[in-house]
C-alpha cells in the first residue's frame, strides 16, 4: 500500500535546494577571495595543463662533484613536495629529472619559488664574540655598540633581541633575582655544561671530510705560507690602523671567493677583516652547517659572529607554526620542541644565562650581562636574544614577520632540512597551448555525448525526459559553484584529469535516472496509479541509487589515498561530483517527479513517457510491448 499523499510535501525539499544554491552563489560572488568583475569572480582556478604556469630546476650539488646517493635525491624531493603544498599550491607537480636534478612545476604565472630549495637546517648556538663586518676600512665598533639594545630584562622570561631582530621566549625556571628571575638550579643527576663546552676560535678545528682539506689546501697555497700563517696566529680581528705591516701581510685574502672563504677556519673567517659581511653572506647554502664546529655568520649584514657549536638543532624542533602573538599583535614562529630536544634547549638557556665558563665574549653579551643565542637558519642569523632566564618550556621566535613570512618559515622547519644542497636554475614560465587544444577537444566530446543522451533522453522519456535535463543542469552548476569556491578555501585546481572526473560522473548520474523511471514503470503495470507508483517506486529504487553512488565515492575515496599528481584530481573531481548528484537525486528529482505525478499530462502515455505502462488492460492481463503476460497476484 503507498504511504499517505499528505507525508510528502515536495516544497521542502525544492527550498531547501534553492537555500543551497543560493549559499553556494553568495559564496562565489562575495565570500573572502572574490575579486575583480562578475565575469572574474566566476573563473575557477585552473591547473598547469589548462593555464600553463611556472617550473623551475633545481640541481643537486656535492663537493666531490659526484651524482647524489638516490635515496637523498628522493628525500629532498618528498621534503619540497611538502614545502610547496604547505603554501597552499595545490595540484603542483614535483619530480625528479635524471640523477641529480629536481622540476617543480606549479600553476600560474609568477610563481615564487625562490625558497623552496634551501636547505632550512636550524641551528642555536651561543654567541661567543662579536666584531665588525663592514671590513677594515670602517671603525672598529665599542664594546658598548654590541647588537644587542638597551633595556631591561623583561619579567616574562623573553630573550630580548637585537634591534630589528627577534626574541626566543618561554617560561624560566623558577627562582626570584635581577629582573624578577633567577637562574634556575640544575637538575639532580644532570651536571652543569663544562666550560670547556665552548672552545677557543683558535682550537684546531675538528676533521673534515678529504674534499674540504683539499679545497682548504688549494686556498693555503693561493695566499701563500706567510699570509695563511700571519691569519691563523691571531687571536682577535686584526687592527690595520694599529699594525700597517698585518694590513699588507693579509692583503691575499682580500681575493678570495665565497666559494673559498667557505672552507676556511672559523678563526680566520673572524679575524681577519677583510673577510667581510658581504662575503660571508654569499656562501653557499649548507656553508655552516656542522653543528659540531664553530662557525661565523653575519647579522643585519653588518656584525660579524663567532658562534658556538650548535647545542639544540632543528631536529630537535617537534612542530613549528606561524602565529599571531595576541600580546605584541605581531606574527611569530612558535616552536615545539620534543622531549630530548627541550631538555637541550633548557641546558643551553641555562649556560647562556649563566655565561658558564666565560665563554662568551664581553662585547658578545647583551645589556643584562647574559650571553645572547643565535638562531641561525642556514647561512643566516634569523635573531640572537639575550637569554634572561633558564627557559623550560616550548618558545617562539619573533622579528619583523608577517604572516605569509612566518608561515613560511615555520613550514620549512615543521618538513625539514634537505639532505642535499641545490643550486635553482632559471626558472621558465611555461604556456597551455596542448592543454587548451585537449580542453576544447574533450569538452567538444562531452558536449556531443551529452547532446546525445538528452535527444535520446525526450525521446525515450518524453515529459521525464525534462527532469533528466533539468536534474543535469541543476548538478552542473552546483559543481561549478563548488568549483570555485573550493578554489578559494582549499586551492582546489582544476585539471584535465579532473574534467575526466566529472564526465564520468554523469554516467553515473544517468544510471540513477534509469532506475528510477523504469521502476517506476513496473509500479504502474503492476496495476498502480501514477500517484502511488511514484512513491513506491522511488522507496525501492532509493536503495539501489545509493548504493551504487556509495561505491563510486568509496572508489574515488580510496583512489584519492593511494594516489598521486593529477590522479587525485582526477578521483576528488569523481567524488564531488557523485556527492552532489545525490543532493540533486533527493532534494530534486524525487520532489519533482511527486508534483508531476498530480499533473494531468503525467497521466497520458504520449506526454509522460510511461508510454505503454499506462494502458489499462483487463482484469486478466495487462498490455506491455505488444505481448501479454498473466499479471501476477
Not at 600553463?52 to 651524482?67: I, N, S
Amino acid at each position: 500500500m503507498a504511504p499517505p499523499q499528505g507525508q510528502m510535501r515536495p516544497g521542502r525539499q525544492l527550498a531547501v535546494l534553492g537555500l543551497i544554491f543560493t549559499v553556494l552563489y553568495l559564496l562565489v560572488f562575495f565570500a573572502a577571495g572574490a575579486k575583480g568583475s562578475w565575469a572574474d569572480r566566476l573563473e575557477p582556478k585552473l591547473g598547469l595543463d589548462l593555464i600553463g604556469g611556472t617550473r623551475m630546476t633545481l640541481e643537486a650539488t656535492t663537493e666531490a662533484g659526484q651524482a647524489p646517493p638516490a635515496g637523498s635525491l628522493e628525500r629532498a624531493r618528498e621534503i619540497i613536495q611538502a614545502r610547496v603544498d604547505g603554501r597552499g599550491v595545490a595540484e603542483a607537480e614535483v619530480v625528479t629529472e635524471g640523477n641529480r636534478n629536481i622540476v617543480i612545476s606549479v600553476p600560474g604565472q609568477n610563481a615564487d619559488l625562490n625558497d623552496v630549495g634551501t636547505p632550512a637546517e636550524l641551528r642555536f648556538r651561543k654567541v661567543l664574540k662579536t666584531a665588525d663586518g663592514a671590513g677594515p676600512s670602517a671603525a672598529q665598533p665599542a664594546p658598548s655598540g654590541s647588537p644587542a639594545p638597551s633595556g631591561s630584562p623583561a619579567p616574562s622570561g623573553s630573550a630580548s633581541p637585537p634591534a630589528g631582530g627577534a626574541a626566543a621566549t618561554g617560561s624560566p625556571g623558577a627562582g626570584g633575582g635581577q629582573g624578577g628571575m633567577a637562574p634556575a638550579p640544575t637538575p639532580s643527576g644532570s651536571a652543569p655544561a663544562s666550560p670547556s663546552a665552548s672552545a677557543s676560535p683558535n682550537a684546531p678545528p675538528p676533521p673534515v671530510d678529504q674534499t674540504t682539506e683539499q679545497l682548504r689546501a688549494a686556498v693555503q697555497q693561493k695566499v701563500g705560507p706567510e699570509a695563511w700563517a700571519a691569519a691563523t696566529a691571531l687571536q682577535a680581528p686584526a687592527d690595520f690602523a694599529a699594525d700597517p705591516a698585518l694590513a699588507a701581510k693579509l692583503k691575499p685574502f682580500e681575493g678570495l671567493t665565497a666559494q673559498e672563504i667557505r672552507v676556511l677556519p672559523a678563526n680566520i673567517q673572524f679575524n681577519v677583516p677583510t673577510i667581510t659581511c658581504e662575503k660571508l653572506d654569499q656562501r653557499p647554502p649548507g656553508s655552516i652547517k656542522a653543528e659540531d664546529q664553530q662557525v661565523v655568520a653575519c647579522e643585519d649584514g653588518q656584525f660579524k659572529n663567532l658562534l658556538d657549536v650548535a647545542k639544540v638543532q632543528g631536529t630537535d624542533v617537534e612542530d613549528a607554526d606561524g602565529v599571531l602573538d595576541q600580546t605584541s599583535s605581531q606574527y611569530v614562529v612558535s616552536l615545539d620542541f620534543s622531549s630530548d630536544g627541550q631538555g637541550k634547549w633548557t641546558n643551553l638557556t641555562r649556560e647562556a644565562f649563566n655565561n658558564e665558563g666565560g665563554a662568551c665574549d664581553q662585547a658578545a653579551l647583551g645589556d643584562s650581562g647574559k650571553c645572547r643565542v643565535a638562531v641561525v637558519l642556514d647561512n643566516e642569523i634569523i635573531s640572537s636574544p639575550e637569554i634572561q632566564g633558564v627557559l623550560t618550556s616550548n618558545s617562539m621566535i619573533t622579528g619583523d614577520f608577517t604572516n605569509a613570512t612566518a608561515s613560511e618559515l615555520a613550514s620549512q622547519l615543521r618538513y625539514g632540512a634537505l639532505p642535499l644542497t641545490f643550486e635553482p636554475q632559471e626558472a621558465q614560465n611555461i604556456t597551455a597551448t596542448l592543454g587548451t587544444e585537449h580542453l576544447r577537444a574533450g569538452l567538444l566530446a562531452a558536449g556531443i555525448g551529452m547532446l546525445l543522451v538528452v535527444v535520446y533522453a525526450f525521446f525515450y522519456y518524453r515529459l521525464l525526459g525534462s527532469v533528466i535535463f533539468l536534474s543535469l543542469v541543476l548538478s552542473g552548476l552546483l559543481v561549478f559553484g563548488a568549483l570555485v569556491v573550493l578554489g578559494r578555501q582549499i586551492n582546489f585546481t582544476l585539471t584535465l584529469a579532473g574534467i575526466a572526473g566529472f564526465i564520468v560522473s554523469l554516467g553515473v548520474a544517468a544510471d540513477s535516472f534509469v532506475i528510477y523511471f523504469e521502476r517506476l514503470k513496473d509500479e504502474i503495470r503492476d496495476g498502480r496509479s501514477p500517484r502511488s507508483a511514484v512513491p513506491r517506486a522511488w522507496v525501492r529504487a532509493r536503495r539501489t541509487i545509493i548504493s551504487a553512488n556509495a561505491i563510486s565515492i568509496l572508489a574515488a575515496v580510496v583512489l584519492y589515498l593511494v594516489s598521486a599528481g593529477t590522479v587525485k584530481g582526477f578521483a576528488f573531481a569523481l567524488g564531488l561530483a557523485t556527492v552532489l548528484d545525490l543532493v540533486v537525486v533527493f532534494l530534486f528529482r524525487h520532489p519533482i517527479m511527486t508534483m508531476f505525478a498530480r499533473t494531468p499530462a503525467f497521466l497520458s502515455p504520449r506526454v509522460s513517457g510511461l508510454g505503454r505502462a499506462l494502458h489499462q488492460p483487463g482484469d486478466g492481463e495487462i498490455q506491455t510491448t505488444g505481448k501479454t503476460r498473466v499479471k501476477e497476484a
